[in-house]
């Protein structure tokens, strides 16, 4: 009875360790994120190509949330901070030309869509949305340290049921009433 | 001894009531700030620079006569591209007219200071301004007047013009390394005019095939009416001597002069010359 009590504590716990074991393998995780990006050209309609770009947010105009530049075809693309709604600035410069645009940003909900009540231009600028995919993944592949947590619970299971069996058996030898614990 | 009593019971309420008054007077409204308002020639005036097509050029003299020069907050932003009048929550007239030298100091001067207002706190992300021809003063009967010297060559053709078409300009927020009008309770806060006159002439410094270049006038047609080594011209001189492309070209540059730092205004230009 008492080996099989000890099999069954073996059994449970190795088989809980097991479904921790299998959370050590590699995990990975998505969301979807709204972006915004702009596009910043000249009068002329020519990209403003490796431009200056300066992000603001709404809580903080004064100073800058990002800074980047723009690509060859003048875009740029950022993902503004979820938790501060309201308008967001971005400033493009680049050879003494430069402008400044406001995206109002009320609100972010959860599939990552994105409200946006106005927008303005930079010379021919044009402001678009787009869904970005974020991805993270885990990888714990610590081996060793993994084994030596299993066999420490698997003794500290073993130590105490071999306690209890040892006290069961010296009362049993003496006569005397169990004592409660 | 009631009298006594009466007497400095009046001299305590006086005493305090006045020192109630001056310190209400000296403590600052916590809602508001001080706004400035400054023209810029940028270096272009301060130091000179060369046109496209070689001419040196130095200012002695830059007179623009500014009007009704007003500040306001917007909740988005302007579209300079649009126009139209801003819709304000909060505006502020800092300038009712007065008549600034753009090349006031030397290369390093800073900004020409027109004006310092109290101003309710907030973001002032718009400003306006319109250049009427002055009714008195060192532009007296025009709204722009440049004092000049051109020198290419070993030529040098000191200049004069006297511009009467009467600009006006409506931006939006100010582009450059620092922000402006954002004034905090208590605090102060600058806007800035910006005259581009690399527009006019062009900058040596850039491409030929710049566009600031390519849609400039340039000095050398300018340099063409000298007479007697001098140009001495206003607005209705210009019309008269210079070819209708070219002066159609000279309006046209005039009317793109007025920036909020590197950011464009929506701009208009009126003539009320007879005739016109």
């Known amino acids: ?181 | 001894m009631r009298k006594e009593v009466l007497g400095l019971g009046s001299l305590a309420v006086l005493g305090t009531s006045f020192l109630l008054g001056c310190s209400q007077n000296q403590v600052p409204d916590k809602d508001k700030g001080i706004l400035e308002i400054r023209a810029n020639g940028e270096d272009f005036v301060r130091e000179g620079f060369v046109s496209k097509d070689g001419w040196k050029i130095t200012f002695d003299k830059l007179y623009v006569n500014l009007a009704e020069v007003t500040a306001y907050q917007i909740t988005s932003s302007y579209d300079a591209e649009t126009g139209g009048q801003p819709q304000a929550t909060e505006t502020v007239l800092l300038v009712p007219e007065k008549t600034v030298d753009l090349a006031e100091g030397d290369e390093t001067a800073a900004p020409i200071l027109v004006a310092k207002v109290q101003a309710t706190a907030g973001r002032y992300n718009a400003l306006s301004w319109k250049m009427p021809t002055a009714t008195e003063g060192p532009a007296a009967g025009y709204s722009l007047v440049a004092i000049a010297t051109a020198t290419k060559d070993g030529l040098t053709i000191p200049f004069t013009l006297k511009i009467d078409e009467e600009l006006q300009f409506t931006c939006g927020d100010f582009v450059g390394d620092d922000r402006k009008g954002i004034l905090p309770p208590g605090g102060k806060a600058d806007l800035e005019a910006t005259f581009h006159f690399d527009h006019l002439f062009g900058d040596g410094e850039a491409p030929p095939e710049d566009e600031i270049n390519t849609g400039a006038l340039g000095f050398a047609p300018l340099a063409a009416l000298a007479e007697n080594g001098k140009l001495e011209a206003d607005s209705n001189t210009l019309q008269q001597i210079l070819s209708p492309g070219e002066y159609k070209q000279f309006q046209g540059l005039l009317s793109s002069l007025g920036h909020v730092g590197e950011g464009h205004c929506h701009d208009s230009l009126m003539v009320h010359r007879q005739g016109q």
């Open chain 1, 1 to 181: 009875m008492n080996g099989k009590l000890i099999l069954t504590l073996m059994f449970i716990c190795l088989g809980g360790w097991q479904e921790r074991a299998i959370a050590h393998g590699a995990n990975i995780e998505y969301k979807t994120a709204p972006a915004i990006e702009i596009q910043a050209t000249y009068d002329s309609g020519t990209p403003m190509a490796n431009a200056q770009v300066v992000v603001y947010a709404p809580d903080d105009p004064n100073n800058p949330w990002q800074k980047g530049t723009t690509d060859e075809k003048g875009n740029f693309r950022f993902i503004p901070d979820e938790s501060k709604s309201g308008y967001w600035e971005v400033k493009v410069r680049q050879a003494g030309h430069g402008g400044i645009v406001t995206i109002a940003v009320d609100s972010l909900n959860a599939t990552g869509n994105q409200q946006s009540a106005s927008q303005s231009k930079l010379g021919n600028q044009q402001t678009t949305e787009a869904n970005t995919i974020l991805a993270r993944a885990s990888n714990d592949n610590k081996m060793p340290q993994k084994l030596v947590a299993i066999a420490s619970v698997v003794w500290g299971f073993i130590g105490t049921a071999l306690f209890f069996y040892r006290l069961k058996n010296y009362h049993q030898n003496t006569d005397k009433p169990a004592r409660q614990l």
